[in-house]
């Protein structure tokens, strides 16, 4: 426990990043240290009235409830409350997390509203002709509907060939019309779930392995006999179960299991078991319980009264729920120590509980709510939310915040921001991409280009290079080379440092600058060229909202590429790969400013491919390639369900060979394809500096090194290279490449490329 003078020390900066009032940091400590969680005495729940048409200016709910004041007065900070979270996970765990722990997607389904279908079918069946497909299917919807062949095929039709779909329809329906008994029975609903999970290959035999929510079961013969005399349970535990969390007991009739507290099973056996040969282990993250019949016969099921799932179908939901928990879900991020002992920039998200949630949003609110991260004295993190009052509430009226962010002020980027949350009508954004769209096309046909230098032309004789942080083998290759290595910029003719050196030779050309004061640099190329063949789509996340989300929506098979602004140095964020705009959005909260959009291989799925170029720019408009060809990278994708997961960290890149690229990609493209995409990659490069480059863009004296990533797309006259990055080399990277890369640099802005692994290109 943490006393006042402590509490301050440790979590001032935070709480005056909160901007919480000063006068409430004693409030916050003793409520905190005394785990009070007092709001109930303030709030009572009140459901959603009809929405008013004043857009947000009134208080719109996240959820169907509100908060309103039941008694008295509060005024402005005079209290302050602590909100708990009910859920906190990562973008790489929360998947996982919800598939395996227990009750956890329960809960979520009541937040979302999003429930399993309980008797659902696995989908359309396979067929390349839908309507064969509806043929084959409408004598078994009309047997097990009871409807006519017409309805049947109506049915179908609508759920575009899925039996299960359209005999629960014909159901729903029956039952709104009020014909009792025209539904169809559990019983055989639950057949039809059997035959199209297990294939016509068991010829009528019952199923001797199912699966509900929690488990698995294994019905099977302990000897290798035809008699069912033991039958398995696998139960999926959440990363962290040890044994000593885990509670079984079997009883002769009775099964319970419970899991760090939570009851997982509790009910009657189908059947009797051997209590002293049934036993449970834990193997790889499961729990296996192994129950032994005290006598041999087929159990319909392992605990009265389960429901059975569809496995294909249950992954498939909890996809739906996953994608749906991004309207609620809200971040906070924070450092720590990564594998290689530099500094990462990591986002835990959260979601708050029954009584956050419902808080309102408003255009004027009344309340602030914002993540606070407790350190206790032991130094073990507890996050909540922090609500307290900004203006008068009284008793009845709607407690409401404002869910943009507060760097987010112009109205329309803040209606797109919120249909992240609330969704609703989408005309704004589509307007707002086909205006972009406009623009972007005018600057295309208006852009400019600037010549090259098709020859090298030397600036003056080099003598001596001054290299910041320079290692040994650099300093070595420097001097071999022929150069003097200078101890301070001041007494050098060529510079090498990411600080301004005025008057001097130095590696900060004007696209350096350009390139940095951008919101990414595909908006930079955007800014200067439009639309062009070779150019990604690239969005800001503050200034273009609205046309990003426009976007995505009429590109709804889109993969994103999310990026952070790095405001702190040597501090790195991850990359976040998702085809969710609403996940892209939601990332605008904790420092993510750039959609970018991104191929992947439909024939690889599991890996992103990335060629890489390493560009010098010369003071006199000269283009040059380090190596006749670009570093080939791959990025391994996490994948769920044999897809890439819609929403994750993206891996480090490692280096991928030329004959292994060609092995990759043979299903999808030619082997022989890579020859005219290194070529046409190089006059990418070389057209978007042309365009980039700009009359009143004098860069003498300044040189800059650049890395272009391009990803791989199919065109119409083959594949084709898609500007996906762009970025100034920093000095310590251009001196980690090889010992020989800075004074082959300096051999270029000498005129003696041909002594250098760079070649010169220029536009045709």
Same mark, same amino acid.
């Given at each position: 426990?943490?006393?006042?003078?402590?509490?301050?020390?440790?979590?001032?900066?935070?709480?005056?990043?909160?901007?919480?009032?000063?006068?409430?940091?004693?409030?916050?400590?003793?409520?905190?240290?005394?785990?009070?969680?007092?709001?109930?005495?303030?709030?009572?729940?009140?459901?959603?009235?009809?929405?008013?048409?004043?857009?947000?200016?009134?208080?719109?709910?996240?959820?169907?409830?509100?908060?309103?004041?039941?008694?008295?007065?509060?005024?402005?900070?005079?209290?302050?409350?602590?909100?708990?979270?009910?859920?906190?996970?990562?973008?790489?765990?929360?998947?996982?997390?919800?598939?395996?722990?227990?009750?956890?997607?329960?809960?979520?389904?009541?937040?979302?509203?999003?429930?399993?279908?309980?008797?659902?079918?696995?989908?359309?069946?396979?067929?390349?002709?839908?309507?064969?497909?509806?043929?084959?299917?409408?004598?078994?919807?009309?047997?097990?509907?009871?409807?006519?062949?017409?309805?049947?095929?109506?049915?179908?039709?609508?759920?575009?060939?899925?039996?299960?779909?359209?005999?629960?329809?014909?159901?729903?329906?029956?039952?709104?019309?009020?014909?009792?008994?025209?539904?169809?029975?559990?019983?055989?609903?639950?057949?039809?779930?059997?035959?199209?999970?297990?294939?016509?290959?068991?010829?009528?035999?019952?199923?001797?392995?199912?699966?509900?929510?929690?488990?698995?079961?294994?019905?099977?013969?302990?000897?290798?006999?035809?008699?069912?005399?033991?039958?398995?349970?696998?139960?999926?535990?959440?990363?962290?179960?040890?044994?000593?969390?885990?509670?079984?007991?079997?009883?002769?009739?009775?099964?319970?299991?419970?899991?760090?507290?939570?009851?997982?099973?509790?009910?009657?056996?189908?059947?009797?078991?051997?209590?002293?040969?049934?036993?449970?282990?834990?193997?790889?993250?499961?729990?296996?319980?192994?129950?032994?019949?005290?006598?041999?016969?087929?159990?319909?099921?392992?605990?009265?009264?389960?429901?059975?799932?569809?496995?294909?179908?249950?992954?498939?939901?909890?996809?739906?729920?996953?994608?749906?928990?991004?309207?609620?879900?809200?971040?906070?991020?924070?450092?720590?120590?990564?594998?290689?002992?530099?500094?990462?920039?990591?986002?835990?998200?959260?979601?708050?509980?029954?009584?956050?949630?419902?808080?309102?949003?408003?255009?004027?609110?009344?309340?602030?709510?914002?993540?606070?991260?407790?350190?206790?004295?032991?130094?073990?993190?507890?996050?909540?939310? +922090?609500?307290?009052?900004?203006?008068?509430? &009284? =008793? $009845?009226?709607?407690? #409401? *915040?404002?869910?943009?962010? /507060?760097? %987010?002020?112009?109205?329309?980027?803040?209606?797109?921001? +919120?249909?992240?949350?609330?969704?609703?009508? &989408? =005309? $704004?954004?589509?307007? #707002? *991409?086909?205006?972009?769209? /406009?623009? %972007?096309?005018?600057?295309?046909?208006?852009?400019?280009?600037?010549?090259?230098?098709?020859?090298?032309?030397?600036?003056?004789?080099?003598?001596?290079?001054?290299?910041?942080?320079?290692?040994?083998?650099?300093?070595?290759?420097?001097?071999?080379?022929?150069?003097?290595?200078?101890?301070?910029?001041?007494?050098?003719?060529?510079?090498?440092?990411?600080?301004?050196?005025?008057?001097?030779?130095?590696?900060?050309?004007?696209?350096?600058?350009?390139?940095?004061?951008?919101?990414?640099?595909?908006?930079?190329?955007?800014?200067?060229?439009?639309?062009?063949?070779?150019?990604?789509?690239?969005?800001?996340?503050?200034?273009?909202?609205?046309?990003?989300?426009?976007?995505?929506?009429?590109?709804?098979?889109?993969?994103?590429?999310?990026?952070?602004?790095?405001?702190?140095?040597?501090?790195?964020?991850?990359?976040?790969?998702?085809?969710?705009?609403?996940?892209?959005?939601?990332?605008?909260?904790?420092?993510?400013?750039?959609?970018?959009?991104?191929?992947?291989?439909?024939?690889?799925?599991?890996?992103?491919?990335?060629?890489?170029?390493?560009?010098?720019?010369?003071?006199?408009?000269?283009?040059?390639?380090?190596?006749?060809?670009?570093?080939?990278?791959?990025?391994?994708?996490?994948?769920?369900?044999?897809?890439?997961?819609?929403?994750?960290?993206?891996?480090?890149?490692?280096?991928?060979?030329?004959?292994?690229?060609?092995?990759?990609?043979?299903?999808?493209?030619?082997?022989?394809?890579?020859?005219?995409?290194?070529?046409?990659?190089?006059?990418?490069?070389?057209?978007?500096?042309?365009?980039?480059?700009?009359?009143?863009?004098?860069?003498?004296?300044?040189?800059?090194?650049?890395?272009?990533?391009?990803?791989?797309?199919?065109?119409?006259?083959?594949?084709?290279?898609?500007?996906?990055?762009?970025?100034?080399?920093?000095?310590?990277?251009?001196?980690?490449?090889?010992?020989?890369?800075?004074?082959?640099?300096?051999?270029?802005?000498?005129?003696?490329?041909?002594?250098?692994?760079?070649?010169?290109?220029?536009?045709?």
């Amino acid at each position: 426990m943490l006393d006042y003078g402590r509490f301050e020390a440790t979590h001032q900066q935070q709480l005056e990043a909160l901007d919480l009032p000063r006068s409430l940091w004693k409030v916050l400590h003793k409520k905190i240290v005394q785990e009070c969680f007092d709001i109930g005495e303030w709030v009572v729940f009140a459901e959603t009235e009809a929405d008013d048409d004043d857009g947000n200016s009134c208080a719109a709910g996240i959820t169907d409830t509100r908060l309103c004041l039941k008694k008295g007065e509060l005024e402005a900070i005079s209290d302050v409350f602590l909100v708990d979270h009910a859920w906190t996970t990562s973008i790489s765990q929360a998947f996982s997390d919800l598939s395996s722990i227990p009750g956890l997607l329960e809960r979520m389904e009541r937040l979302t509203g999003i429930y399993e279908a309980k008797y659902e079918g696995p989908g359309i069946l396979k067929s390349e002709n839908t309507e064969s497909t509806i043929n084959a299917n409408v004598p078994a919807v009309m047997s097990q509907a009871g409807v006519s062949e017409d309805r049947a095929r109506e049915l179908l039709q609508r759920t575009r060939g899925d039996i299960v779909e359209a005999i629960m329809m014909a159901d729903d329906e029956s039952a709104n019309n009020g014909s009792a008994g025209a539904g169809v029975p559990e019983s055989i609903q639950s057949q039809i779930l059997q035959q199209l999970e297990t294939g016509s290959e068991q010829n009528g035999a019952m199923p001797t392995k199912w699966a509900t929510r929690n488990y698995e079961c294994i019905q099977h013969s302990l000897d290798g006999s035809n008699e069912l005399d033991g039958i398995d349970i696998r139960l999926p535990l959440a990363p962290g179960v040890q044994s000593g969390d885990i509670k079984c007991e079997v009883l002769p009739k009775h099964l319970s299991v419970s899991v760090a507290g939570g009851v997982i099973i509790d009910g009657d056996l189908h059947a009797q078991v051997d209590t002293s040969a049934s036993t449970w282990t834990v193997e790889d993250g499961v729990l296996c319980i192994a129950l032994v019949k005290q006598k041999a016969e087929y159990w319909s099921e392992v605990i009265v009264g389960e429901s059975r799932i569809s496995p294909k179908v249950h992954q498939k939901h909890l996809l739906r729920v996953f994608r749906e928990l991004w309207r609620y879900l809200q971040g906070y991020d924070y450092l720590a120590q990564g594998a290689d002992q530099s500094l990462v920039k990591r986002t835990n998200w959260y979601m708050q509980d029954e009584v956050g949630l419902a808080v309102a949003h408003s255009d004027d609110p009344n309340v602030r709510c914002l993540p606070f991260l407790y350190v206790n004295a032991s130094g073990r993190m507890m996050p909540f939310s +922090l609500l307290w009052p900004i203006k008068l509430i &009284t =008793q $009845g009226d709607v407690l #409401a *915040r404002d869910y943009c962010p /507060r760097w %987010l002020t112009d109205p329309a980027q803040r209606s797109g921001y +919120l249909q992240a949350i609330f969704q609703g009508p &989408t =005309q $704004g954004v589509l307007d #707002a *991409r086909e205006q972009l769209a /406009r623009k %972007l096309e005018q600057t295309a046909t208006g852009a400019a280009r600037s010549s090259l230098a098709n020859q090298p032309a030397p600036t003056q004789h080099l003598r001596s290079l001054y290299v910041r942080d320079a290692t040994s083998e650099v300093q070595s290759a420097i001097t071999t080379a022929g150069y003097d290595m200078a101890s301070a910029p001041e007494d050098a003719d060529a510079v090498f440092d990411d600080m301004q050196h005025e008057g001097k030779l130095a590696s900060q050309h004007g696209i350096a600058t350009a390139l940095l004061d951008a919101d990414s640099a595909i908006a930079a190329f955007q800014r200067a060229a439009g639309v062009q063949s070779w150019l990604s789509k690239g969005f800001s996340l503050r200034t273009q909202i609205a046309e990003f989300i426009g976007t995505a929506l009429v590109d709804s098979n889109s993969w994103w590429l999310l990026t952070s602004v790095q405001t702190q140095p040597d501090v790195a964020s991850p990359r976040i790969l998702t085809n969710s705009w609403v996940v892209a959005v939601r990332h605008a909260d904790v420092g993510y400013s750039t959609a970018v959009e991104c191929t992947l291989f439909t024939s690889v799925p599991d890996r992103l491919f990335l060629a890489e170029w390493i560009v010098l720019l010369t003071p006199d408009r000269g283009v040059y390639l380090w190596g006749e060809k670009p570093c080939f990278v791959q990025h391994k994708l996490a994948m769920v369900d044999d897809n890439p997961a819609p929403c994750q960290a993206l891996a480090p890149a490692s280096a991928v060979s030329e004959d292994e690229l060609k092995h990759s990609i043979a299903k999808q493209l030619s082997p022989d394809c890579l020859a005219p995409f290194i070529a046409k990659s190089e006059h990418a490069v070389a057209d978007a500096l042309s365009l980039l480059l700009s009359p009143s863009n004098d860069a003498e004296n300044k040189f800059g090194v650049f890395g272009f990533s391009f990803t791989f797309s199919n065109g119409p006259d083959g594949v084709v290279p898609i500007l996906h990055e762009a970025r100034p080399m920093t000095v310590g990277e251009q001196v980690s490449q090889s010992p020989n890369f800075i004074p082959d640099v300096a051999a270029v802005l000498a005129g003696c490329p041909s002594r250098t692994q760079w070649r010169q290109i220029g536009v045709e």
